[in-house]
């Protein structure tokens, strides 16, 4: 049987978050998918004035398929799972690049794992002219912050993945911020070195899901909200020779997967 690419390209995901905060995009901007937008729009009731937005690097479909159990913490607080499609290539510039510019490479220039900082329209200029507050949680020499890096936002460097989780539950308590993005990699950095379903990196998932439930918690402590929250991959990893692991490519391992919306 032949692979089956999931139908869905990751320039939605501009329009997607916008649409939920009743905000226009630039037209070259990839559009919502409608029924995405109906359901979540329903679901948040009003417009959402919060949005936490949770990028684990390199968490592929099939990683979900097999150890469907190690995402207990996420389903608990999500309620619509949509399968995306990761770019050509399947690499966390390019992959971001394209979820927050709503083009595709050719559009946004970041074609291959190049991060240079971006000179078109992203969803954070958007965000940052219609007064929102803005804040990126990320680790160390994170994508986020070289490619979105010069905007008038809020840049937190952290050392790991469980620093940036704690950086975020700080942010989340003050209440000071309408829109946060979290990068961590704790996983792609585990599943290059010892294998995407290495014990390591499969340990890596379960803390980086741990980690979006504790994000949850704080946003459904922290109430006055209409809060949306994903959980958003750019891309998956395939193994290697070596017990190591790699992406980049088109085979479906690096390019099928999931992202989780939770309306709170
Ligand atoms: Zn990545």
Same mark, same amino acid.
């Given at each position: ?23 226009? =995009?630039?037209?070259?901007? @990839? &559009?919502?998918?409608?029924? $995405?937008? #109906?359901?979540?729009? *329903?679901?948040?009731?009003?417009? !959402? ?103 008038? =936002?809020?840049?937190?460097? @952290? &050392?790991?993945?469980?620093? $940036?989780? #704690?950086?975020?539950? *700080?942010?989340?308590?003050?209440? !000071? ?88």
């Amino acid at each position: 049987m032949a692979d089956h690419f999931n139908l869905y390209p990751l320039k939605h995901f501009a329009s997607i978050v916008a649409d939920c905060m009743d905000l226009p =995009l630039p037209g070259e901007y @990839e &559009p919502t998918i409608p029924w $995405v937008s #109906e359901i979540l729009k *329903e679901r948040l009731g009003k417009t !959402a004035d919060r949005v936490v937005l949770y990028h684990a690097d390199a968490v592929g479909q099939y990683i979900w398929q097999k150890y469907t159990s190690y995402f207990a913490p996420v389903y608990k607080y999500t309620s619509l799972a949509i399968p995306f499609l990761s770019t050509v290539e399947s690499v966390t510039p390019v992959a971001h690049a394209s979820m927050y510019t709503g083009l595709d490479p050719e559009g946004h220039g970041i074609q291959t794992y190049t991060r240079p900082q971006l000179t078109c329209s992203t969803l954070f200029d958007v965000l940052i002219a219609a007064g929102k507050k803005v804040a990126i949680v990320a680790q160390a020499d994170s994508t986020f912050l070289h490619i979105f890096k010069g905007r008038e =936002l809020d840049y937190f460097e @952290e &050392p790991n993945g469980l620093s $940036v989780q #704690e950086k975020a539950l *700080e942010l989340i308590a003050t209440d !000071a911020y309408d829109v946060i993005s979290i990068h961590t990699f704790d996983y792609d950095n585990a599943a290059h070195a010892f294998g995407p379903e290495s014990k390591q990196g499969l340990n890596a998932i379960c803390l980086e899901a741990d980690g979006f439930a504790r994000i949850a918690e704080a946003l459904k402590k922290n109430e006055g909200h209409t809060t949306l929250l994903t959980y958003s991959p750019d891309h998956g990893q395939h193994p290697v020779a070596g017990n190591h692991g790699a992406h980049g490519s088109k085979q479906i391992e690096d390019m099928n997967i999931l992202h989780f919306f939770a309306t709170l």
